[in-house]
């Protein structure tokens, strides 16, 4: 069924597009930082039967890497690994199994696994990269006007964090975008500035573009 830009899709209307794509569909959740990827992540394993949810920011380069580039698109983040140790093995059939970049010690660290019959999130900047597109059975593509997602970047990271976001973060997310313009090749892009929530508390997304419409 087509699905109208302005239309209001809380996480469970999405989760019914997902699971209507197949027992083990792969959903990527692409945006920039901070526009409501994780909130949307959330409440899609949550409504989503035995959903792996996997975060990119555990596939973020530790600074000892040598391959880690912040000018390169994505070079602060190992999109090989990604790929390797989760999105092909899903795709065959196998588990995904793979480490998690610890943020406070800079370095990788411990394991995580799933099981590769069910639902498979890939949530984070990035996610839906050009050299990921076709793993994927649903593209989603979330945003927020900067303002706001600076403002969260600093309430979740704290004001020592915003040289991080303004000099760093945020300039590559715009090249990726420029370069790859991801918002264009997603399923469903959508308005994840969280000013409308429902009656239960449900985070609500309005539908701005894709080609779900």
Known sequence: MPIEVGTVLS????????????????????????????????????????????????????????????????????????????????????DPYYQRYDWEAGTLGDRATGASGAPLIVEGVYSTHQMFRDFYDLRIWVTAPRAVRLARGMERDGEEARSKWVDVWMPAEDRYIADQAPQDHAHLALDGSGASIDQADEAMFAVVGGTLF
């Open 11 to 94: 996480a469970a209307d999405i989760a019914r597009i997902a699971g209507g794509l197949g027992v083990a569909a792969r959903v990527g959740i692409d945006g920039p930082g901070a526009s409501g990827k994780s909130t949307l992540a959330a409440g899609l394993a949550a409504a989503l039967p035995s959903a792996v949810l996997v975060e990119g920011d555990d596939f973020y380069r530790p600074e000892s890497d040598s391959n880690r580039s912040a000018i390169e698109i994505a070079g602060l983040f190992d999109l090989s690994r990604l790929a390797s140790q989760v999105l092909i093995p899903h795709t065959e059939g196998r």
